[in-house]
C-alpha cells in the first residue's frame, strides 16, 4: 500500500480562497516532500519539510508536519487558477533514500 | 526545464513487445529512479539506481528491468508487454551523494500505448 495517502483526493475551490491538502503516512520519515504535477507533465518540487521541522513557509505555501500523527498538511493561500494541477506528497520511508513513495495525490481546480 | 531528458516521449506497440525507455539525469545527479503513472494507480516508484548499483525495488514487475551505465544514463526495459503496461513511465534524478532524501527532479516521461 502506499506510503503516503493525500486527502481529499479532489478539491475544487474558487480563485483567491485558500487550499489545504492533507497526508497521512504509515513509517518513520527522515523528510516528506510536497510536488505539483500539471496534467501529463513531470512532477515540480514545491517544499521539503524535515522530521525535527513542524512548519515551513515558502511564498503562498505553507506545510505542517505532525510526526507523532503521521501527517503533513499543505496550504496554498490566495489561489490562482494556474494553481490548477495534482498534488503529491511524498516520503523516504526512513529509507534515507533508497525508496521515495508518493502518494496518490489531491487534484485541485481553481475556478477563475 | 528540469535538466532530465527522457525519450522517447510517446510510444506505441502491441502486445508481446519489448521496449526501452531512456532517461539522462541532471548532470551531476547520481541517483535515478523511475516511476510509473497509470490512472488507477498513481505513480508506483520502480526501481532506484545510485552510480550504477540498484539501491531499492519497488513494485516492478519480472517482465521489467532497468540498468545504470557508467555515464550514468539509465535505461528500462520493458518486455513481453501487456495492454496493463500502458502508463507514463517517469524517471527522476537526485543528487543522492547527502545520504538523504533531497528534491527529485523528473523528466517530462515516456507515454507508453500497449495495443
Redesign the interface.
Known amino acids: 500500500s502506499q506510503q503516503g495517502e493525500e486527502d481529499p483526493q479532489a478539491l475544487s475551490i474558487q480563485e483567491g480562497e485558500n487550499a489545504t491538502m492533507n497526508c497521512s503516512y504509515k513509517t518513520s520519515i527522515n523528510n516528506l516532500q510536497w510536488y505539483r504535477q500539471n496534467s501529463g507533465r513531470g512532477l515540480v518540487h514545491l517544499i521539503l519539510i524535515r522530521s525535527n521541522e513542524r512548519e515551513k513557509h515558502s511564498g503562498r505555501l505553507r506545510v505542517t508536519l505532525d510526526t507523532s500523527k503521521k501527517s503533513s498538511s499543505l496550504l496554498i493561500t490566495a489561489s490562482r487558477a494556474a494553481d490548477t494541477a495534482s498534488y503529491f506528497c511524498a516520503t523516504d520511508g526512513g529509507t534515507s533514500y533508497d525508496k521515495v513513495i508518493f502518494g496518490p495525490g489531491t487534484s485541485l481546480s481553481v475556478i477563475p | 526545464d528540469?535538466g532530465?531528458t527522457q525519450t522517447p516521449k510517446h510510444l506505441i506497440t502491441a502486445t508481446g513487445q519489448r521496449v526501452t525507455l531512456r532517461c539522462s539525469p541532471r548532470s551531476g545527479d547520481l541517483?535515478v529512479?523511475w516511476?510509473q503513472q497509470s490512472l488507477d494507480q498513481?505513480?508506483q516508484?520502480l526501481i532506484?539506481y545510485y552510480n550504477g548499483e540498484e539501491?531499492?525495488k519497488?513494485n516492478i514487475l519480472e517482465r521489467f528491468s532497468a540498468q545504470q551505465f557508467p555515464d550514468l544514463h539509465s535505461e528500462l526495459n520493458l518486455s513481453s508487454l501487456e495492454l496493463g503496461d500502458s502508463a507514463?513511465y517517469?524517471c527522476?534524478s537526485?543528487d543522492?551523494t547527502s545520504?538523504?532524501?533531497?528534491?527529485?527532479?523528473?523528466?517530462?516521461?515516456s507515454?507508453l500505448t500497449v495495443l
Do not use: D, M, P, W
Not at chain 2, 545520504?99 to 516521461?109: A, D, K, T, V, Y
Open positions: 528540469s532530465v541517483s529512479y516511476y498513481g505513480l516508484f532506484h539501491r531499492a519497488g507514463l517517469f527522476a537526485s543522492g545520504g538523504i532524501l533531497g528534491e527529485l527532479f523528473f523528466g517530462e516521461g507515454r
